[in-house]
Nanobody
Framework: QVQLVESGGAAVQSGGSLTLYCVAS????????MGWFRQAPGKEREGVAT???????RYAESVKGRFTVSQDSAKNTMYLQMNNLKPEDSAMYYC??????????????????WGQGTQVTVSS
C-alpha cells in the first residue's frame, strides 16, 4: 500500500507561482506512474499532469507551458511547479499513483492510490 501526502497549497494572486509536493511512503518512480489531479467546487476532478515510468510527462491542455511535473526518486517526492497561475486554477490538488502505463492517463479509475489533497486558491 502506497501512502501519498500532498503539501504546498496556498492562496496566491493571479500570475503568481507555487510548487506542490507529493511525498510517497515508498519509491514510486520505478514502480508507478504518477499523476496530479484537481477538483474545483461544483466541478468534476480532472487530470492535470502525469509522470510515467520512463520519466516522460504529459499535461492537460489548460496547463501546458505553465505547469511542470517532476520527480526526485531519492526523496520519494513528486513536484508540480505551477507558474502564471490563473483564478481558474483554483482547486483542491491531489496526487495519485497507478501501476500501469496508459494512453488514458486522465482516467481516474486507473489510479490505485490517492492523497488527501492540498488547496490552491488564486485570486484575480
Amino acid at each position: 500500500q502506497v501512502q501519498l501526502v500532498e503539501s504546498g497549497g496556498a492562496a496566491v494572486q493571479s500570475g503568481g507561482s507555487l510548487t506542490l509536493y507529493c511525498v510517497a511512503s515508498t519509491n514510486t518512480s520505478s514502480n508507478y506512474c504518477m499523476g496530479w489531479f484537481r477538483q474545483a467546487p461544483g466541478k468534476e476532478r480532472e487530470g492535470v499532469a502525469t509522470a510515467d515510468f520512463d520519466g516522460s510527462t504529459r499535461y492537460a491542455e489548460s496547463v501546458k507551458g505553465r505547469f511542470t511535473v517532476s520527480q526526485d526518486s531519492a526523496k520519494n517526492t513528486m513536484y508540480l511547479q505551477m507558474n502564471n497561475l490563473k483564478p481558474e486554477d483554483s482547486a483542491m490538488y491531489y496526487c495519485a499513483a497507478r501501476d500501469q502505463w496508459s494512453a488514458h492517463w486522465t482516467d481516474q479509475g486507473l489510479y490505485e492510490h490517492w492523497g488527501q489533497g492540498t488547496q490552491v486558491t488564486v485570486s484575480s
